[in-house]
Structure formats: C-alpha cells, structure tokens
C-alpha cells in the first residue's frame, strides 16, 4: 500500500488520506525525508517508473543503499534512474510496510504537519495526532501511556491507564469547518463537537477536584453526575457549572453572545475569572437558554424549543430568522467553505429554512429562489456575485 502512494506522491497525485499515511511514513524518522527528498531530486531522469514486483527486497535495499550513499558523496548515479525507482519503492515498500504495522497495529502514533482540513488532536506534551473519522486505533504518547482510544468519530478517555496526579495534564481536540466529531472523557462525560470548535480537556480528571473544560465554538455536553466534584465549562466570557446535566453551548468567537441551551438537569452560568456564587449566577432550567450578550455585558433567559439548537447533532443546519451575513459563517462551518459575498444588499436579508441532506449548491439555489443572485464555485471557494 505504502509502495503506491510513495510513487502516487512522486507524481503528485495524492488523495487526503493517502497524504495523511505519506506524512505519517515520512515523520517517522529523519532518514525517510532524507531518502524521499534525494529520490525526488532524481525524478526528472527518467520517463516512466516499471514495474517492481519482481524484485527481491533484500538486494533492492542494498543496492539502494549503495547508490544512494555513492549519489550523495560524489552526486554520480551509478545505475539508471528506473532502476533505482524500482530498488527504492521495493524498499520503501518494506519498510513502510513495518512502519505502518507498527504505526497502527502497535498504536505507535507520529507527528505530522498541521493541515487545516484535519482533525487534530494537541497531547499534553506538544505532540499532535491527526485523527480520522472512521477506524480504530488506540492514543498512545511516545512514551507508551495509552491515553485513550478512537473508534469510528469517537475517541474514548474513560479507560485510560493514566494514574492521577496533583497536577492535570491537558489535551486539545480541534474540528475543521465542515466535520463533527465526540469525545467522552475519563469520568464518561461525553461532548459531541460541532464544526470549527475546539476542546480544552485534562486527560484524567482528578477525584474530589472540579471538572473543568474549555470550548470555543459549539458543543452538546452530557455530564455524569458527580455531587463532589462540579462540571464547569468555561467559554470565553462565560462559565457554566453543573453537576449532572445535558446542555448546549454554542461560542464561536465571531458571534457577538453565547447561547447556552438546557435539555435536561439545571446550569448554573456566570461571568468566568469569578468563584461561583450560587446569589450571583442565573440558574437555568430545562427548555431555558441563558444567553451572554457581549455588549452589554448580561445574561437574559428565555425558553426555546431545544430542538433548534440541538439538531446539528443529526446533521442538520437549521436557520430561524437569521441574517444572510449570519448564515454565510454557518454554511462555512456546515460545509467547509468558504464564502466570499461581493452582494452587499443581500447581507441583511432575514431567511428561515432547515437543510438536512442538501448539498451546498442546493442550499444556495434555495435562497436564489427568494431572492435572485448569481454565484460561481470553485472547488470550496463560492464567490457570491454583484
């Protein structure tokens, strides 16, 4: 498998997870990126790659060996480039092979570049894992503690073999525009992430001590309830402390308030940086949302239909009385676009609507029918136009 994506990768022909295992191959030791970079120097020499399956690994390997050490001193190829490209990709083959065994099947995880499309998972001690939303794997540092694991868009802490300790050690979960993703973390608590939100979380909460996350974006909390030891989200502006609830928060740091919406239990929200007072915090109750206005500063209750604010969790994008300038940033995140609206009259245009599995073109024709304007897509640019 590694052997085609490397050759796929010489080509510049990569799909997104074949470049996510590239980059997983290439991270794994310094001597692949030095191999891979000398074999790309030599791309030009030859017209077409042949054939390799029928080669022996053993020899392919010393044969690249000696080439590669004799084009590195002298800058000489001794053999033809095809058959180096052969001797190389048996080699890589091998090799790739072990490392993708020992990636995957031994959960040993590697650092990878930052790619805005991916969901990124930040360990306590600056190593970064890229996850996917399908497959299995355990979370594993570079020094064996198994911190979690992830099943198909879920990873998992309440297993963890972590002791506690005084000190809590953190990690952050970060969702690209355009994927959702759940976490359930090490007392069970499970948070479904929506688009374009990030989660601040300890690996391992530590017993009799208040459980504390950070959110920016949107998030649906359902938190095991535990009387000595509150659950307190802080986003932005706002803190919320429960001790055994379902709820939604949802704090982009465009929106200019934060929405906090109960299904089940009773919040309690305040201004964060303070200690939780229970004279001066606002208590919710079920179908209440407490919103944070960030002008003047204040929180205002009002019941809703928690539906609205709940139903992303199924994939749905629901609008409801909702400026056009306000739904460009939702279909950004809903999607993974980005939308660059040259009609300035059409900004503040209210609409009302719900989409479940339309595409963005069928959602844009949508509002063309209440009100006419052109647009053109580009791969995910849409440029709306004059």
């Known amino acids: 498998m590694i052997v085609k994506i490397i050759l796929k990768k010489l080509k510049g022909h990569l799909s997104e997870e074949e470049e996510i295992l590239f980059e997983k191959w290439l991270a794994e030791d310094d001597e692949n990126l030095s191999t891979f970079q000398r074999l790309t120097n030599l791309q030009g020499k030859s017209k077409e790659l042949r054939e390799i ?28 480039y095809a058959k180096l490209m052969r001797y190389a990709a048996i080699f890589v083959g091998v090799v ?11 959960e040993k995880q590697v650092e990878i570049a930052p790619d805005p499309t991916a969901i990124r998972l930040e360990l306590g001690n600056g190593e970064t894992r ?31 073999n972590i002791d ?9 979960l970060h969702i690209p525009n355009g994927k959702m993703f759940k976490i359930v973390l090490s007392d069970g608590t499970t948070v479904n992430l929506n688009a374009g939100s990030t989660l601040e979380y300890p ?10 996350v950070t959110l920016i974006g949107e998030a649906f909390f359902d938190v095991k309830k535990d009387e000595n030891s509150p659950f307190i989200v802080t986003s932005r502006s706002l803190d919320i402390r429960v001790l055994g609830t379902k709820f939604n928060v949802t704090s982009y740091p465009e929106d200019t308030d934060q929405k906090t919406v109960l299904v089940e239990g009773s919040v309690s929200l305040y201004k964060s940086g303070r200690d939780y007072d229970k004279d001066d915090s606002i208590l919710l109750t079920p179908g209440d949302m407490g919103s944070w206005e960030g002008t003047d500063k204040k929180i205002s209750v009002k019941q809703v239909d928690t539906e609205l604010y709940t139903s992303w969790m199924q994939g749905k994008l629901v609008l409801k009385g909702m400026k056009f300038k306000d739904i460009e940033k939702r279909l950004e995140r809903h999607y993974g676009v980005t939308i660059q609206n040259k009609n300035k009259e ?10 479940d599995v339309e595409t963005i073109e069928e959602v844009l024709n949508t509002f063309v029918s209440e009100t006419s304007f052109d647009y053109v897509i580009e791969n995910d640019q849409i440029t709306i136009l004059e």
């Open 130 to 160: 890229i996850l996917s939303q399908s497959g299995a794997m355990e979370i594993v540092t570079k020094d064996g503690d198994v911190l979690g694991s992830k099943a198909d868009g879920v990873v998992d802490y309440s297993q963890n």
């Open 96 to 106: 790739g092979l072990s490392l993708l065994y020992r990636s995957f099947y031994m």
């Open 53 to 80: 399956d029928h080669l022996d690994p053993q020899k392919a390997w010393e044969i690249i060996q000696r080439e590669l050490h004799t084009n590195k001193s002298n800058r000489r190829p001794i053999i033809s």
């Open 203 to 212: 690996i391992k909460f530590i017993k009799g001590q208040h459980r504390k």
């Open 164 to 172: 506690e300790d005084e000190v809590e050690v953190y990690n952050t």
């Open 346 to 355: 059409l900004e503040d245009r209210v609409f009302t609507a719900t989409f």
